[in-house]
């Protein structure tokens, strides 16, 4: 259960080529994104690549904790996976899988979309646990989106956005 007696809808529009589609069990096509060791770093802050077993608890874990979506591009008529993002009441993780989507404006669309969400399900904040200080480009995708840091961490900052009207 995502989130608790909420439903998850099977897909969230995005923009015409880019949407969200709801997790369904599947994800053998997203261990190249956790075999690459930038993408590992960028998530991990470590260089330790993913197996199959340790990718299939992470979705797990996301699964069972919020709403998990695949980020999908349209192209060539065809929807196709290149990240992945959860929105939980504790944490708020977005990966841009493919290296050929960063930097595009995919990360900040996708989260625009669900902090939209999150603003509908009537939350007060949503919270991204950790940044690393290294991780530039995050830091700069949420802080566009207004989020402000919280707290240090062991490698970065948590970072926070509070969805109350003002």
Same mark, same amino acid.
């Given at each position: 259960?995502?989130?608790? +007696?909420? +439903? ?22 997203? &261990? ?7 993408? $590992?770093?960028? $998530? ?23 709403? &998990?979506?695949? #980020? ?12 992945? $993002? ?7 993780? #977005?990966? #841009? ?8 404006? $995919? ?13 509908? &399900? ?45």
């Amino acid at each position: 259960m995502p989130i608790q +007696d909420i +439903d998850q809808p099977e897909r969230l529009s995005v923009t015409e080529r880019l949407r969200l589609r709801k997790y369904d069990g599947t994800h053998d096509f997203a &261990l190249s994104w956790y075999l690459d060791p930038e993408t $590992v770093w960028l $998530v991990d802050g470590d260089h330790d690549l993913y197996t199959p077993e340790l990718l299939d608890k992470m979705y797990a874990y996301q699964d069972a904790h919020g709403e &998990l979506y695949f #980020i999908e591009a349209l192209e060539g008529g065809c929807w196709r996976p290149i990240g992945d $993002v959860c929105l939980s009441v504790d944490d708020f993780a #977005i990966v #841009i899988g493919e290296r050929s989507f960063r930097g595009k404006g $995919v990360g900040r669309a996708a989260a625009s979309a669900l902090i939209r969400r999150a603003r509908a &399900l009537g939350w007060s904040r949503v919270r991204v646990s950790d940044i690393y200080d290294f991780n530039a480009g995050s830091r700069q995708m949420f802080a566009s989106l207004g989020f402000r840091e919280e707290a240090k961490t062991e490698k970065g900052h948590s970072y926070i956005l509070s969805l109350e009207k003002e």
